[in-house]
């Protein structure tokens, strides 16, 4: 079918659809249906693919994932192969879901959570609704060794090292202020002073993210 991607396989054995191209018909919080070839799929779909959709009516790609579990057949859709590689690792994981792996990837661009990882940042990681400590743990232990070669193309050395209660706090506090855990995560990245408290950590933050001067 023209706009269907050819079928391959993952390494973790589930069918995959390369991409679906076509014309997008509608979208709700949850994904979006394509009009491909005067069929309807629905693909569910991470915050950030969403955002980055063009309007209804226009053409659009998603790079895809068809998941099989015995009577469902599931898609879910990506902005781009890497961001759907990384969704194929974190759904190798002990106990995490297509669906888990979908919330992770609306909380963190892949970059952010190559870091995370990188950092053993759990913290992070248990800020995401329905991952617990040890589902977290799960994550950076089995993902580590097979996110090595995506952390050699990520800056992980940006700033000094921060230690993990003054970046929680600081975390903490700019979500007080409004922001998401993925918006206040990005924003600490990359503070250079020297031994850095919470204060410090905040106002780097709000002008990366625009809130001071």
């Not at 759904?91 to 609306?106: D, N, Q, R």
């Amino acid at each position: 079918m023209e706009g269907v991607g050819d079928r391959l396989r993952d390494d973790e054995g589930g069918t995959l659809i390369d991409y679906v191209d076509g014309r997008l018909e509608e979208r709700s919080e949850e994904g979006a249906v394509i009009d491909v070839g005067g069929l309807g799929v629905f693909l569910y779909l991470t915050i950030p693919t969403l955002q980055k959709l063009k309007g209804v009516g226009e053409r659009v790609r998603v790079y895809s994932y068809l998941h099989v579990k015995e009577d469902l057949l599931q898609l879910y859709g990506f902005s781009d192969r890497r961001e759907r590689d990384i969704f194929l690792k974190l759904t190798s994981v002990t106990g995490i879901g297509p669906k888990v792996a979908i919330t992770v990837l609306s909380a963190y661009d892949p970059d952010s959570f190559i870091r995370i990882v990188a950092t053993e940042d759990l913290d992070a990681i248990t800020a995401i609704s329905g991952i617990g400590r040890k589902s977290g743990q799960r994550i950076i232990l089995e993902l580590k060794e097979k996110l090595a070669p995506m952390m050699e193309e990520v800056s992980l050395s940006a700033g000094v090292d921060v230690a993990g209660d003054v970046k929680r706090e600081a975390r903490d506090a700019l979500k007080g202020l409004g922001y998401s855990t993925s918006e206040a995560t990005y924003a600490m990245e990359g503070y250079e002073g020297e031994h850095p408290g919470v204060e410090d950590i905040v106002r780097h933050a709000l002008k990366r993210l625009g809130g001071a001067q």
